[in-house]
């Protein structure tokens, strides 16, 4: 459930401006009419499948998994796609979360043809900050036997740094008052 009166749709006389929203598995969202990655997550996480879920996933939908979690400020589960995360990269990730306020994958492509090694170009927005910044960064990912594919933490380091790195054509904007479509 979302839980923050959001968006349009108050009905008179109840005190109560806007809407909030109740998701289920497989549903979609009202203007797009699609799946939304960042509502399955959570429904994912509410039923103790979130790690099953990742397992059956391809090494971009980890990663899109990964950068999802970071925009929807879930650590938890941004720790859960790396493969045996230390203490360094976990204490990272929450630095991360605290410097990054909105993060969206544009498109995700293999490198050199090796199947582990994955360019992910990104539009973010740091905190204290107002314009975007685009990215493209370089990661690895490692196949594991009961977990499928799991995210290197080598090449996140690259988020830090607040300079755009490429230009990347935009498939899609943030929506700073309806996060909920």
Sequence with gaps: MNGMPHGSGAIRGNDFRGHFCIHFRDSKV??????NLAHQMMIWKSAGKFREMVATMRPEEVIEVFFTAIDQQSVDLAIKTLDNPSNKEMDF??????????????????SGGNFSNYLTYLTLRYRDDSKDVEKRIELR??????????????GLEQLMDRKASVEVL???TFDDDDHCD
């Design 170 to 172: 935009l498939e899609g």
């Design 93 to 110: 990730l929450k630095l991360l979360d605290s410097e990054i306020e909105r993060i969206k994958v544009q498109r995700i492509r293999q």
């Design 141 to 154: 990912m490692n196949e594991t036997p009961d977990e499928g594919w799991k995210l290197q933490g080598d």
């Design 30 to 35: 009202h203007q797009s009419g699609k799946e």
